[in-house]
């Protein structure tokens, strides 16, 4: 690529860095290393082709400044290929790109507005009606870009357009052709995908591989698979497999392959790979036959094919499925699935098998060595040709597999005598449990048929009976309604409320099915969605849409915004639309948010003050430091209360790599020579812990250097749980499966002087949670054992400074919480401490149970008279979130709340161990996991990202979230509540975002002014 300065008079010129080494993150997704005093430049049509265009492309950041009209560059020449690829920020800004004719004829020629992509971010562009078609074997093509590597797509969209490809591996999909280690979020295709080489085509992306997401996408253009050979198709995507996701998608459009592929409602072929909360109207077939070739393929609602431990779970079908041609598989669900786990699923639609020895399931068509329990289908099954296998849930089971807990309403209707028929399983070979699968349709009738599932595992009843008789299902996953409804599952209760959104629109496929009216609703949130109302125009009748496109580009686009089409914005612009109220204060001009990712806050008691550690979007050789009191920023700290803070580009990156965030301020003491500082403690996959220190000075000003400690705590360490005092933090955990306490104080990190003698007895035990007493000499720490014994959770004190046990505590230092049935994995805990009791609250997540416990300071005696064990009805998690606990008092009420990542909050008060009050509030989830919320009085916070639209940014913001306490006094708060990390939750990923900070000659200023040097011992300070 040509690295030369392109100058525009009339914008900002572009400094050109060289392109660093990729980091890998959690998620494999990074960004490219651009100085951050480059400024931003703007394009229009007078300048977009001089730095975007194939022949000398300039790497940099970008914002279209109106829309662009490429006709006059026809045909238009992908940017970056497959031995240089290209890197880029672009941000769209709500404008419209029209004109993009892409034509490429060579092999390992990827297509689309770029060519090949790694290491980007692109967000808010709409496409009118582009066409793209790549002719060349291993030349995959999207209307975005052809091939994808670590780069995130946000907020694009594909109207109207074609993408064709016809060579080998040349995979096709609405927005980008090949996905790798990459995300694709909040996206929308109306084209038309079609390949006619043995390639994946998807609606969204063709091929979604190594951990990549595809999430909160719409698909409602027709997919088009015309190879006979290894061509699947979804209408999100194509194939997925490496630990990829899809997940609350929705998708109307029609997917068609060949008789012999796989074709999904959402994914066509999944391989070692997830389909969640997903929703699929649109019709799905393998129908197309030149002539014969081999067996039939697989159609199913959700996923055509799935192998490889898959899970396939909480997804909703109302689409219809057809299959054609002899031994081809249809399911409301799946089409066939091997090694792989359907769960809590609902199929509406009708499963239709047209020829000799097809298999048709409510849920699956085929199953083998698979695991098939809590799902619904209504939909009517049916065959058409003889040698059949029809199943009101499975086609047919083999191999182990697994087919229980599963209900059925629909009618199986075979047309032909001779065919396997049954409300479960229509063929049974070598088949695991078979058990407990309640039926409405079908009866007993005697068969000698070997292999014959007509009558195994069928529990059959009337669909009064089902209404009145609802103990025959698990009350935790079904939601039973009242007397004259059938029972729902609540897993399903996203894609449902989307489903009755879209009711009424013009797609007649939209409409919500007459057979699930006889049902209960999921009893989930009604505000339940897919799409987030911040990003999505969402109203009832309407397909949603996204709100960044003003109606100036949805009507130049021509884009369908009447009634019953797309839910556009109106004229006003969509800044103006903010659903979640964070409360958030608006600065002076002059003194802007900061912008970045939200990655870690912290907590300090005695100021209270709330610190966000954010990383920009462009990993930098930054970390922003922002204190908040309360809702606003502290203009006290360094400039507008942001600090920023260098080191080397390879240390700023490292904190949005680890594996959790944990951290204390740390405050400055008589004696001490390192004064106050935040410091966070990273854990990698590996064991491997490194301290970073931001140094908290009143005297360091707009800028400064944070230190990156390393070998400061013993390989194999797993920290859990942190706490301060003064100029000191304890650390709790295990080390090579044994319980540790540490003290890190000038730093030093230190063990008891007998800690090696410990290990025999704490070993197969760890430390969960730690508190300090408030005069700092007791240490309290909740744990548990991995042995075999009847309550392995316990809590022990400990001398803040032996750190060794108090032996008058319980059993030396230890007191078993005799807590039943509960979660030993998950369950989360917390520790209060009220003057001479302590008080010891235990949720587990999968068993909705909370139990609190109260224990006395002295002798660690639980008290006998104080037992609550709850049943909670909380939100259930999606995968990859988790969940945490809190305990407040205030006055004669004890407040038990429980917070999840996706947003939900619920507080319990009691009073008298009894359950007085309930309180439920949402919030706007952080995007990094390792960010909890900070209480305080009657009110939370949490640090998330809002998008500014004019300014194409995602600005940080402080969300305040009420907590509806009763009887609150703020005096009665214990000082030390904060929020309370728990390190044993993976960081799924962080996505990047871009500081834009000061003027050139500000950062003259503020280079020469810091040039200190920090102690150096065990010390990086790059």
Not at 491 to 510: D, F
């Amino acid at each position: 690529m040509n690295k030369n300065l392109i100058k525009d008079q009339n914008r900002q010129s572009l400094i050109i860095n060289k392109k660093p080494p990729a980091l890998i993150l959690s998620l494999v997704v990074c960004f490219p290393n651009w100085n951050n005093w480059a400024s931003t430049i703007g394009l229009d049509n007078n300048n977009f082709n001089q730095y975007l265009n194939a022949d000398h492309p300039v790497e940099g950041r970008y914002r279209l400044m109106s829309d662009i009209e490429l006709s006059r560059f026809i045909p238009w020449k992908p940017v970056g290929n497959t031995s240089n690829p290209f890197s880029v920020i672009l941000l769209g800004n709500g404008h419209v790109i029209s004109g993009l004719e892409v034509s490429t004829l060579s092999d390992n020629t990827p297509s689309g507005l770029f060519g090949s992509l790694q290491n980007s971010t692109i967000r808010q562009i709409l496409f009118k009606q582009p066409k793209v078609t790549s002719y060349g074997n291993t030349s995959p093509a999207g209307a975005l870009v052809g091939m994808l590597k670590r780069s995130r797509i946000e907020e694009v969209v594909n109207y109207a357009g074609t993408i064709k490809t016809t060579g080998f591996r040349s995979h096709a999909g609405g927005i980008a052709g090949s996905v790798s280690d990459s995300v694709i979020h909040d996206s929308v295709n109306t084209g038309t995908v079609f390949t006619t080489g043995s390639a994946s085509t998807g609606g969204i992306a063709g091929l979604g591989d190594q951990i990549s997401s595809l999430s909160n996408d719409l698909n409602t253009g027709k997919i088009v698979s015309r190879n006979l050979h290894s061509s699947p198709a979804g209408g999100i995507v194509g194939t997925l497999k490496s630990d990829s996701i899809a997940n609350n998608n929705l998708n109307t459009g029609e997917v068609n392959v060949g008789f012999t592929e796989y074709s999904g409602g959402v994914v066509g072929k999944a391989e070692a790979a997830k389909a969640l909360y997903n929703l699929n109207t649109g019709k799905i077939a393998s129908d197309y036959s030149r002539a014969f070739c081999r067996l039939g393929g697989s159609s199913g609602g959700i996923v055509g094919h799935a192998s490889r431990q898959s899970l396939v779970s909480k997804n909703l079908n109302t689409g219809s499925i057809f299959t054609r041609d002899w031994r081809t598989y249809g399911g409301g669900i799946a089409g066939d699935v091997v090694n792989t786990t359907v769960v809590q699923n609902v199929n509406a639609g009708t499963v239709t098998t047209h020829d000799f020895q097809s298999s048709a399931g409510g849920i699956t068509g085929e199953a083998e060595g698979s695991g098939i329990r809590d799902n619904l289908n209504v939909g009517a099954i049916m065959t058409k040709d003889a040698g059949g296998h029809l199943g009101a849930i499975t086609g047919a089971a083999t191999l182990s597999t697994s087919v229980y807990n599963n209900v059925n309403t629909g009618s199986v209707e075979a047309r032909d005598s001779h065919c396997y028929v049954s409300g479960v399983a229509g063929r049974v070979w070598k088949a695991g449990a078979i058990e407990h699968n309640l039926d409405t349709f079908t009866k007993y009738q005697w068969t000698s048929e070997r292999g014959s599932g007509r009558n195994i595992g069928i529990i059959r009843l009337s669909k009064s009976t089902l209404k009145s008789n609802v103990t025959l299902l698990d009350s935790t996953l079904w939601n039973a309604g009242d007397a004259s409804q059938l029972p729902m599952l609540k897993g399903i209760n996203t894609p449902y409320r989307e489903l009755a959104r879209i009711n009424g629109t013009k797609q007649t496929n939209n409409q919500f099915p007459s057979a699930l009216n006889e049902f209960a609703d999921p009893g989930g949130a009604a505000n339940a969605t897919s799409f987030d109302r911040t990003v999505w125009n969402s109203r009832d009748g309407s397909l949603p849409f996204l709100n960044i496109f003003p109606k100036p580009q949805t009507l130049l686009a021509g884009i369908d915004c009447t009634k019953g089409g797309f839910d556009c914005s109106e004229d006003k612009t969509p800044s103006a639309m903010q659903p979640y109220e964070t409360h958030s204060p608006s600065l002076p001009a002059n003194c802007p948010p900061p912008e970045g990712t939200p990655l870690f806050q912290a907590y300090d008691p005695a100021n209270q003050q709330v610190y966000v550690v954010i990383q920009p979007e462009s990993f930098s050789k930054e970390i922003i430091l922002a204190r908040y009191k309360g809702r606003e920023l502290d203009k006290q700290f360094g400039l507008c209360g942001i600090v920023t803070y260098t080191t080397s580009t390879k240390h700023s990156g490292m904190l949005a790599s680890y594996q959790s965030l944990t951290g204390q301020v740390v405050y400055e003491t008589e004696g001490s020579q390192l004064g106050s500082s935040l410091n966070i403690v990273a854990m990698s996959k590996s064991g491997k812990a490194t301290l970073f220190e931001f140094p908290l000075s009143d005297i360091q000003r707009y800028r400064a250097r944070f230190s990156v400690i390393k070998n400061v705590f013993p390989e194999n360490i797993q920290i859990n749980d942190i706490a301060h005092h003064q100029d000191a933090m304890y650390l709790t955990g295990k080390i090579n499966n044994s319980l540790f306490i540490g003290r890190y104080h000038q730093r030093k990190f230190f063990f008891s002087e007998k800690y090696s003698a410990n290990f025999g007895q704490y070993d197969e035990q760890q430390g969960l949670n730690l508190k300090l007493s408030p005069d700092g000499e007791r240490l309290y720490v909740t744990g548990k054992s991995d042995d075999d014994v009847p309550y392995p959770l316990f809590i022990r004190q400990y001398d803040s400074q032996q750190l060794t046990p108090v032996a008058s505590f319980g059993n030396n230092g230890r007191e078993a919480m005799t807590i039943n049935d509960f979660d030993t994995i998950n369950s989360q805990q917390d520790i209060l401490i009220q003057k001479d009791q302590i008080y010891v609250a235990v949720f587990s997540p999968e068993r909705e149970k909370l139990s609190i416990r109260r224990f006395a300071t002295d002798n660690g005696q639980i008290d006998s008279a104080f037992i609550i064990d709850d049943k909670i009805d909380f939100s259930p998690l999606t995968p990859g979130s988790f969940v945490t606990v809190r305990l407040m008092i205030t006055g004669d009420h004890l407040h038990a709340i429980i917070y999840n990542s996706d947003g939900q909050l619920s507080v319990f008060t009691y009073k008298d161990q009894v359950k007085v009050h309930r309180f439920d509030t949402t919030f706007k989830p952080a995007t990094a996991e390792s960010m909890r919320l900070v209480f305080l009085g009657n009110k939370a916070y949490l640090a998330v990202e809002v998008a500014d639209i004019e300014e194409g940014s995602r600005q940080v913001r402080m969300q305040e979230v009420f907590l509806g306490l009763e009887n609150l006094s703020p005096q009665e708060f214990p000082a030390t509540l904060s929020s309370g990390v728990n390190t044993r939750f993976i960081t799924g990923f962080f996505a990047g975002c871009t500081l834009l900070l000061g003027t050139v000659a500000f950062y003259e200023l503020a280079k020469s002014w810091f040039k200190k040097e920090l102690i150096q011992q065990d010390v990086e300070t790059q």
